[in-house]
């Protein structure tokens, strides 16, 4: 199983879908991390082009790797270990390439339909099979149309029978997440 | 299809295991309001004993259902609308009760085994055939002992194959709304 996640504060669209970059969250780093290394995720690249925006990601990330706070909470610790703060997503591409030792299957997010889908099931069971994966998702009002375009395929939308769909970054991550990871026996699906 | 979702802030646990009320935060209202929207959840209980924190829960909503926030952002206007501030379990009860014409079925949420477990997939099959359901989130380090008591059952601890097991309040509410109520087909499980 060799999965990383990314999360992508440039490029990125705004409410206008406009390009822009966002400001990287506290929380954003720590529920996805936390997401992620419950659900084995190896990476969680931090993709922002903004230097100082990097030494925030870093200093908060340090203090409960390196710092106070992972002496009083250990699980903390072990969960923000995943994040690698990183300036691009070619720079997180070429880092996952790496290590993988072969270019990962590079999987987007959105909150609405695109034409290049690739269903949860499928996906699910290519990782399972030892496809490397990539998965990008995009902060703000999510991933810039280029973004979208550079990925292999976009995964579908997360929905209930609402027909509501605005679910935060960290909410969403999660689920795809359990859905691609999470364990299923008939009792728990 | 009928769920409600509480998140307790008192009684819960701290690391210590002694029970406490923990403080309201934004983004539990904000995360959780949003997937309990996406999912179709009808009412969302902020359950806290304390006057200034029901203030406080009450300020938030009111700023994105009747202030400045819900004019710029309507999606967040719907997602906060579902929010409803409460002094105590049994008053969410009492209300989740009266609503839905019958006591629902409680369900307690928890990071631990417990003994009176119900599976998703059980409680995904009542909730299609009709049984009222509120489920019970914890905030801190969870549900009190007495909660969980409370409760008709427990669901199965969320789980990847890493044996680490601490997602956020947020992620654990999100997760578990997706696999009780998400759409589910062949192609996006």
């Not at 992508?8 to 720590?30: F, K, W």
């Not at 997401?35 to 409960?64: C, D, M, N, S």
């Not at 990008?136 to 976009?154: C, I, K, N, R």
Request: charged letters at 20%; aromatic letters at 6%.
């Amino acid at each position: 199983m060799r999965v990383d996640v990314a999360l992508v504060h440039y490029p990125v669209t705004n409410r206008n879908g406009e390009t822009i970059g966002s400001a990287v969250t506290n929380l954003d780093l720590h529920d996805i991390a936390r997401a992620g290394k419950t659900f084995g995720v190896g990476t969680y690249w931090v993709i922002t082009p903004f230097k100082e925006q990097q030494e925030l990601a870093g200093q908060i990330v340090g203090h409960w790797t390196r710092g106070y706070g992972g002496s009083v909470n250990p699980d903390r610790r072990d969960a923000l270990a995943i994040v690698t703060v990183c300036a691009s997503y070619a720079e997180a591409l070429a880092g996952a390439t790496a290590k993988f030792g072969e270019p990962p299957l590079v999987l987007a997010t959105c909150a609405k339909e695109q034409a290049n889908t690739l269903g949860y099931a499928e996906v699910r069971d290519r990782i399972r099979r030892g496809t490397p994966v990539l998965l990008l998702f995009g902060t703000a009002w999510g991933l810039s149309p280029e973004m979208l375009a550079a990925a292999d395929g976009v995964l579908p939308p997360l929905a209930g029978a609402s027909g509501f769909n605005h679910l935060s970054v960290r909410s969403a991550a999660s689920i795809i997440l359990d859905r691609l990871l999470g364990e299923r026996d008939s009792e728990t699906m």
